[in-house]
């Protein structure tokens, strides 16, 4: 099977993590992953408290790639917001492609064990909530400076206080003259 990304290197078998197994690329160290092979090699391990704190030269693919399976269009998934990465798909073979050093950032982000999730609509979607939330506060701040933690604090003490409905309509109420 050829290598998605390099035009004329093969994918050889290759161990990716604790006897799971992958194809890889010689040249550009990528992997091709099945993601039912994963499923099965995750119910067989320990969920480790271990995260991996090494730096990790990753080579993000940004070009479209193609299946090496079937051809078809790999679909590209963002990691997480705290990195750019993305994962290709290919959601008709269920195989994915993990660039070079992204198993390592996987492992860094402790997201290694959630592989598959990564690719559903409520991860996708729970990420596009997160980077409006965080540019929503961004704004605030910006907004309000120094008085941005009172306002912090009382939106804690807010969220977590059982009568929360009726501080929020009081707030709301036009004073009287």
């Not at 070009?63 to 679909?75: A, E, H, N, R, V």
């Not at 409520?122 to 907004?143: A, F, G, S, Y």
Request: proline residues 2%.
């Amino acid at each position: 099977m050829n290598c998605p990304k390099c035009e004329g290197y093969y994918l050889k078998p290759q161990k990716l993590d604790n006897g799971l197994m992958a194809l890889s690329c010689d040249n550009c160290r990528g992997t091709l992953l099945s993601i039912v092979q994963f499923i099965q090699w995750r119910a067989t391990q320990k969920i480790s408290d271990n995260i991996v704190n090494a730096i990790c030269e990753i080579d993000e693919t940004s070009q479209l790639l193609y299946c090496p399976k079937c051809s078809g269009f790999m679909t590209k998934y963002r990691i997480s917001n705290h990195t750019h990465n993305r994962l290709d798909l290919c959601y008709r073979c269920y195989e994915v492609w993990i660039d070079s050093g992204e198993w390592q950032l996987l492992r860094q982000l402790d997201l290694q064990q959630q592989l598959d999730d990564i690719f559903s609509d409520r991860w996708q979607n729970n990420l596009v909530v997160n980077i409006i939330d965080e540019k929503i506060e961004k704004r605030v701040k910006n907004l309000f400076g120094d008085e941005f933690s009172k306002i912090s604090a009382f939106k804690v003490w807010l969220d977590s206080y059982e009568k929360k409905n009726v501080v929020i309509e009081y707030l709301k109420k036009r004073k009287s003259k």
